[in-house]
T-cell receptor, first 113, second 109 residues
């Protein structure tokens, strides 16, 4: 079974802190994604990566950055956490592009206070 | 700009009934249209998917209908069961995967 593992299920951080969300996949997938999920807004793409050290902005990249130093790991960084970044964050991976299934992690519920 | 529009936002269906969720897209570069199912506390998981050269795909009680000219696709759940109660997301894929806003389905006994 494909496994996408997010390092934390729940996180509470203070405004202004630098926050790291980690995601690891075990199926040698090329593509990895970070989404945030908010009620009524669905899943919105923050950043994605189609190869090591490659990254592309998604629909809502402001306030976020990413790092992909190894193929299996994709990190989301909140440079200076704000309360409007309180959300559920979901990592996903898939093999290649187009007609392939994306596999999701369990999600990280981040609360910024 | 919402590239994939999904409706309704919520849906209540009697057990045994048909649940229908609709989606519309704008970008003709999309080449794969999956539906994901999400239970509380879990990440979304692939339910069923269709390519744009096919008008219908059926897997058990789940059917996708696809209208390429109208840029619309829909999910039909036949004989809906309480265990189908979940949030459903349509999506459209090319270089990236773009999701709709989700439909929370409740199937009541």
């Amino acid at each position: 079974d494909v496994k996408v593992t997010q390092s934390s299920r729940y996180l509470v951080k203070r405004t202004g802190e630098k926050v790291f969300l980690e995601c690891v996949q075990d199926m040698d997938h090329e593509n990895m994604f970070w989404y945030r999920q908010d009620p009524g807004l669905g899943l919105r793409l923050i950043y994605f990566s189609y190869d090591v050290k490659m990254k592309e902005k998604g629909d809502i990249p402001e306030g976020y950055s990413v790092s992909r130093e190894k193929k299996e790991r994709f990190s989301l960084i909140l440079e200076s956490a704000s309360t409007n970044q309180t959300s559920m964050y979901l990592c996903a991976s898939r093999r290649g592009q187009g007609i392939t299934e994306a596999f999701f992690g369990q999600g990280t519920r981040l609360t910024v206070v | 700009q919402q590239q994939v529009k999904q409706s309704p936002q919520s849906l209540i269906v009697q057990k045994g009934g048909i649940s229908i969720i609709n989606c519309a897209y704008e970008n003709t570069a999309f080449d794969y249209f999956p539906w994901y199912q999400q239970f509380p506390g879990k990440g979304p998981a692939l339910l069923i998917a269709i390519r744009p050269d096919v008008s219908e795909k059926k897997e058990g009680r789940f059917t996708i209908s696809f209208n390429k000219s109208a840029k619309q696709f829909s999910l039909h759940i036949m004989d809906s069961q309480p265990g189908d109660s979940a949030t459903y997301f349509c999506a459209a894929s090319s270089q990236k995967v773009t999701f709709g806003t989700g439909t929370k389905l409740q199937v009541i006994p």
